[in-house]
């Protein structure tokens, strides 16, 4: 274990001590990640405790790629300096040699080190980091009612063979389940999206597109040489056709 200040070991002895808590806690890997020196993520260690009687808590990320007592020392320390304002009775830890070298650097004869390798508290104050940080978590694929493994896999491997109208009526099937589908949100056309084809596409396949909305109470379809002008580009009456396209009606 690194030397600590000192002057920051006398200041907590001086802290008044709450004779019946006991702070939980240790070194663990921290529910996110970051990027090492050569850009390779890494979860990092974190010195984490919790008191067990005021529920107050505190976590500090090391700041490298290692974790030893030294990171959890410090972090009890500034639970005792920012938050509790007291020093504890006891501690718990997952590794008593771990809690042994904190008692020595304290130089506290009076502090019991107990061990609890599930450290149930420490553990939790973590995962509601994460939810903090991150958000609920997304629920599992077979968590859906009626979503079998069975489903799933027969879903994969049907995959390739989706049928073509069902993605373009927006719906997602699920083999050998109800005929009720998810029906997917449709996309909205944005204003101009024709004349920015017709811009896009016209040299490479010349006048030979249509555009496929209805005209005179028919769809036109794509690639076909009806209308009023063969092989010209089908537009609605109005202001939106541009110079040297035929107009519809």
């Not at 718990?92 to 009076?110: H, N, T």
Request: glycine share 12%; with cysteine; proline share 10%.
């Amino acid at each position: 274990m690194a030397q600590v200040s000192s002057l920051m070991l006398a200041r907590f002895t001086r802290l008044p001590r709450r004779s019946a808590d006991t702070w939980q806690g240790g070194v663990l890997r921290m529910p996110m990640w970051v990027d090492g020196p050569d850009g390779t993520p890494y979860r990092p260690w974190g010195g984490v405790w919790v008191s067990l009687e005021t529920g107050l808590a505190n976590a500090k990320l090391a700041e490298s790629n290692e974790g030893d007592g030294t990171l959890a020392l410090e972090a009890l320390l500034d639970l005792g300096f920012k938050f509790a304002r007291t020093r504890p009775a006891a501690i718990q830890v997952a590794d008593k040699a771990l809690g042994e070298q904190i008692a020595r650097a304290l130089g506290d004869p009076e502090l019991a080190v107990t061990v609890d390798p599930r450290l149930d508290e420490v553990k939790a104050m973590v995962e509601r980091m994460a939810v903090e940080a991150n958000g609920e978590p997304h629920p599992a694929a077979l968590d859906a009612e009626g979503v079998t493994v069975e489903r799933m896999r027969a879903f994969a491997a049907d995959g390739p063979r989706t049928r073509r109208s069902d993605v373009r009526a927006g719906v997602l099937r699920l083999p050998g389940g109800p005929r009720q589908a998810t029906r997917l949100p449709r996309p909205r056309n944005p204003p101009g999206r024709w004349r920015a084809l017709d811009r896009l596409l016209r040299p490479v396949l010349g006048d030979a597109i249509l555009r496929p909305r209805p005209v005179g109470g028919a769809r036109v379809p794509l690639g076909g040489a009806r209308g009023p002008s063969a092989g010209g580009v089908v537009r609605p009456s109005g202001s939106d056709a541009p110079p040297g396209c035929a107009r519809a009606g």
